[in-house]
């Protein structure tokens, strides 16, 4: 199961996601990030402490994110990365763009 959890504050923003995030459920969070650009977030730091998994619908989420979070000036960073999800990241070449700790 899929959830996700989002504390703003002024132009920061923490996403908590947690489960695994699939196809399903990326139509949903994609537009919630756009939202979260537009009206004014510049900083966005996604916490995966909690993530399970992510697949390559996933992955194209956080690209489109970081693609609207750098025309407004801003950045993304990733927190708490499981072994799993980081390999993810390591084989796509994503890990400097995210800033991923």
Same mark, same amino acid.
């Given at each position: ?8 504050? *002024?132009?920061? +923003?923490?996403?908590?996601?947690? *489960?695994?995030?699939?196809?399903? =459920?990326? +139509? /949903? ?10 009206? *004014?977030? /510049?900083?966005?730091?996604? =916490? ?9 619908? *996933? ?5 489109? +994110?970081?693609?609207?979070? /750098?025309? /407004?000036?801003?950045?993304? #960073?990733? #927190?708490?990365?499981?072994?799993e999800v980081k390999t993810i990241f390591t084989i796509s070449n994503l890990l400097d763009i995210f800033n991923a700790k």
């Amino acid at each position: 199961m899929f959830e996700y959890r989002i504390d703003r504050n *002024g132009e920061e +923003a923490v996403v908590l996601f947690s *489960g695994s995030f699939s196809v399903r =459920d990326s +139509a /949903k969070v994609k537009s919630e990030l756009q939202s979260l650009t537009s009206s *004014g977030v /510049k900083k966005l730091i996604f =916490d995966f402490s909690k993530l399970t998994y992510l697949d390559s619908s *996933g992955i194209g989420v956080m690209l489109h +994110a970081y693609t609207w979070i /750098k025309e /407004k000036k801003g950045f993304i #960073q990733i #927190q708490n990365m499981s072994n799993e999800v980081k390999t993810i990241f390591t084989i796509s070449n994503l890990l400097d763009i995210f800033n991923a700790k």
